[in-house]
C-alpha cells in the first residue's frame, strides 16, 4: 500500500515563480530521489488523482512528469496497480573483457540464460571471415534468451569457432555463463575483446521474446573474442534500452588538443 500524497511528497517544493514547468519540476524531483535509493525498486507511488491535489496541478501534469521516467525504466506502470519504482538499471563497463554474465554478477543481481537453440551451419559471411573459416565451412550458432531479475532482458546469438569450441555442443549451457564455459571447459585462454555499441529497434520476434513492443528501443552489442589472437567468438546482442546502459572512464591522453603549456601552467601556479 503506498503511503499518502501528503507524506510522499513532504520534500518537494513547486516553485511556481521559476518559469520552468510544473511537469519538469516534479520529475527532476522524482528522478533525483530514485537515483539517490531514497525511493527504492518497488516503492509504490500514490495515485495520479491525489498527487495532482495535494500538489494543486492538473492530473495530466502528472502523467507528464511521469512519462520520462517510465520511458528510462525508473518507474514502472502497473496495469490496475498503480506506479512503482523500477529496479536500478544495470551498467555495463566499457572495457572489461567480462560479458554480461560478469556485470549481472558484480552488481548483485539475478540472472538466468536460457539456450534457445545450438545448431552448426554455415555463417554469414563477414562472421566467416573474422573466424578465419573458409567459404561454407560450418560454425557453431548459439542462440540464447536472458532474463535478468526475472525479467525478460536481452537475446544472444554467438558464432562460435567449430573446432576451438568443439565441446560447447556437449555442455548444458542453460544458466551458465558463457565466457566461463569457454574459459574452463574448453581451456581457451580468452584475453582480448573488440565490442561496438549500436542503436536499433526491436523486430517483431525480438519484441516477441523481450515481452515489448515491436519498434521498441534497444541496443545491439557486438563483440568479437579472441583467444591468444584467434578470434573463438563473434556475439550479437540485442538488450532492452530502458533496462542498461552503458558506462566509461575516459582520461586526457598526451595526444588530446587542448593541454596547459608548460609554461601557462607554472604561471598559473
Request: hydrophobic letters at 40%; one cysteine or more.
Amino acid at each position: 500500500m503506498s503511503m499518502s500524497a501528503a507524506a510522499f511528497f513532504a520534500g518537494f517544493v513547486l516553485d511556481r515563480d521559476s518559469g520552468e514547468p510544473a511537469y519538469h519540476q516534479l520529475e527532476e524531483w522524482l528522478t533525483g530521489r530514485i537515483r539517490s535509493g531514497e525511493l527504492p525498486a518497488g516503492t509504490a507511488l500514490p495515485p495520479e488523482r491525489e498527487i495532482a491535489s495535494t500538489l494543486g496541478i492538473s492530473r495530466m501534469t502528472v502523467r507528464q512528469a511521469l512519462d520520462r521516467p517510465v520511458r528510462d525504466g525508473l518507474l514502472v506502470r502497473n496495469r490496475g496497480a498503480g506506479t512503482s519504482v523500477g529496479r536500478p538499471m544495470l551498467v555495463g563497463e566499457r572495457g572489461r573483457l567480462g560479458g554480461i554474465s560478469d556485470v549481472v554478477a558484480r552488481q548483485g543481481r539475478d540472472s538466468v540464460t536460457r539456450v534457445l537453440s545450438l545448431d552448426e551451419l554455415e555463417p554469414p559471411r563477414d562472421i566467416a571471415r573474422e573466424l578465419g573459416l573458409d567459404a561454407a565451412s560450418p560454425a557453431l550458432r548459439l542462440r540464447r534468451m536472458r532474463r535478468v531479475d526475472g525479467e525478460p532482458f536481452s537475446l544472444e546469438t554467438s558464432w562460435l569457432h567449430p573446432i576451438a569450441c568443439a565441446r560447447i555442443a556437449d555442455i548444458d549451457l542453460n544458466g551458465r555463463s558463457l565466457f566461463e564455459a569457454l574459459t574452463n571447459d574448453c581451456s581457451l585462454d580468452l584475453t582480448e575483446a573488440r565490442e561496438s555499441v549500436t542503436a536499433t529497434t526491436l523486430d517483431p520476434f525480438e519484441a516477441d521474446q523481450l515481452t515489448l513492443s515491436p519498434g521498441a528501443p534497444a541496443f545491439r552489442v557486438r563483440r568479437t573474442t579472441l583467444a591468444d589472437g584467434d578470434v573463438i567468438e563473434v556475439v550479437s546482442s540485442v538488450i532492452r534500452a530502458d533496462r542498461f546502459s552503458f558506462e566509461a572512464s575516459i582520461q586526457r591522453t598526451d595526444t588530446d588538443p587542448y593541454r596547459p603549456t608548460p609554461q601557462l601552467a607554472q604561471e598559473t601556479l
